[in-house]
């Protein structure tokens, strides 16, 4: 079975704080992305990489940076966390060139910014 | 820039019927992909569609695609509680192999 692994569960920050949200898969998926859902919102794509070191914005980049050091492991990095970015932060992943695209989640970091 | 709607929202069943999820999107595709997430969960993938005409089926739940109309409908047949969670529809942007997601729908099914 495919695992996508979200370090945190829950996180509790204070505004100004910078904020790491760590994402691990172990079956060697080309693509990483993250997303954040919000009630009445769906889901909304923040950054995604195709690639080691390799990142390109998604549709709400603002606020948020990523990396990608190791296939395997994309992080989302907020610089300085605010309130509007509590939410519900999901890290997905997929095989790559030539796949269904089909997405694989992991089980969510909700964060919290006070 | 791609479009993707669903209704209803919200749906309030009785056990034992039948329904229709709907899911319409604005840009040529031809991968389409449903999800259900529970409460405090994450997204498990349902159904992957990957041509004009594709049809799913698992237990209770159908899935089909027609990309000539930019519709796919999730069919749910004699509902039972279990089915109760929110079904995401997501269409891949342009082969990007990005996905663009409908906001979900909140189906509860009441014995």
């Known amino acids: 079975d495919v695992k996508v692994t979200q370090s945190s569960r829950y996180l509790v920050k204070r505004t100004g704080e910078k904020v790491f949200l760590e994402c691990v898969q172990d079956m060697d998926h080309e693509n990483m992305f993250w997303y954040r859902q919000d009630p009445g919102l769906g889901l909304r794509l923040i950054y995604f990489s195709y690639d080691v070191k390799m990142k390109e914005k998604g549709d709400i980049p603002e606020g948020y940076s990523v990396s990608r050091e190791k296939k395997e492991r994309f992080s989302l990095i907020l610089e300085s966390a605010s309130t509007n970015q509590t939410s519900m932060y999901l890290c997905a992943s997929s095989y790559g060139w030539g796949s269904t695209g089909e997405l694989f989640f992991g089980e969510g970091s909700r964060l919290t910014v006070l | 820039e791609l479009k993707v709607e669903q209704n209803p929202l919200f749906l309030s069943m009785q056990e034992g019927k039948n329904y229709t999820i709907y899911c319409n999107y604005s840009t040529t595709s031809d991968r389409l992909y449903w999800y259900r997430q529970d409460p405090g969960k994450s997204l498990e993938s349902l159904f992957v569609l990957l041509s004009n005409g594709a049809v799913k089926q698992e237990g209770r739940l159908m899935a089909s695609l027609d990309t000539k109309a930019r519709l796919s409908t999730l069919h749910i047949t004699a509902a039972v509680h279990d089915l109760s969670a929110t079904y995401f529809c997501?269409?891949?942007?342009?082969?990007?192999?990005?996905?663009?997601f409908g906001k979900g729908t909140k189906l509860t099914v009441n014995p």
């Open positions: 997501a269409v891949d942007m342009g082969g990007s192999e990005k996905l663009v």
